[in-house]
């Protein structure tokens, strides 16, 4: 695999970890595989891009509950401490904010259990991902809320591809425009494939498996 290097911003704790090569995630190929181990898993990382997701959410916008993907809970309880300062609003009669790791069944089918429905129904929920590429996780995610009436008021995310799921704002701290190159392709149609190279390595939310 080609050597790291990080995509930097104007906070030495935000940045994007980056190798260029030919992966294969659950839904696509891509030319890049994108590491966010340490955003997840690393406080002061972590705390730096809690800070930047809850910018989008500073004047009027309403959060009661946080739903985590691809194991952003670290980054979700962050976002939920930023969210209970005074200068944000929220519906909770004790004024805090609910953070939530959805489950998942067959076929990628969203599920919350009787005990977790409270924190959802009637609710305002920002949905956390690591990345929004093909946008399949976060449409789960959206049909899972609506589903028990919930009030979906956007999604955040470390890198996406995509404005918008369902209509729904996307907001993402780095997107293909950091990357320049960035492209991604459905397996049957990828271009690397079909001129003989070889996949690298197996990615997703937990990380890379080198093939």
């Known amino acids: 695999m080609a050597q790291e290097y990080k995509i930097r911003t104007k906070n030495p704790d935000v940045f994007l970890r980056v190798q260029k090569g030919h992966f294969a995630t659950m839904h696509s190929h891509t030319n890049y595989y994108i590491d966010v181990t340490t955003q997840k898993n690393r406080l002061s990382e972590a705390k730096a891009v809690a800070k930047e997701m809850v910018r989008a959410y500073q004047s009027n916008t309403i959060i009661d509950t946080v739903i985590c993907l691809?194991?952003?809970e670290v980054i979700g309880a962050l976002v939920a401490e930023e969210l209970t300062e005074d200068r944000f609003m929220n519906l909770n009669?004790?004024?805090?904010?609910?953070v939530l790791s959805p489950e998942f069944i067959g076929g990628g089918q969203m599920i919350f259990r009787d005990n977790i429905v409270?924190?959802?129904?009637?609710?305002?929920?920002?949905v956390i991902a690591a990345s929004v590429t093909t946008g399949k996780s976060a449409l789960?995610?959206?049909?899972a809320i609506k589903y028990y009436h919930g009030h979906l008021v956007g999604v955040?995310?470390?890198?996406?591809t995509v404005d918008e799921c369902d209509h729904i704002p996307v907001h993402s701290i780095f997107n293909p425009n950091d990357l320049g190159d960035y492209q991604?392709?459905?397996p049957h149609r990828c271009p690397m494939c079909q001129k003989g190279e070889r996949l690298e390595a197996?990615?997703?939310s937990y990380g890379c498996s080198k093939l």
């Open 70 to 72: 691809d194991g952003t």
């Open 93 to 98: 009669a004790h004024q805090t904010v609910y």
């Open 118 to 126: 409270p924190m959802v129904q009637n609710k305002h929920i920002l």
């Open 140 to 143: 789960a995610a959206i049909d």
């Open 156 to 160: 955040s995310a470390i890198f996406a």
């Open 184 to 186: 991604s392709f459905a």
């Open 202 to 204: 197996l990615v997703n």
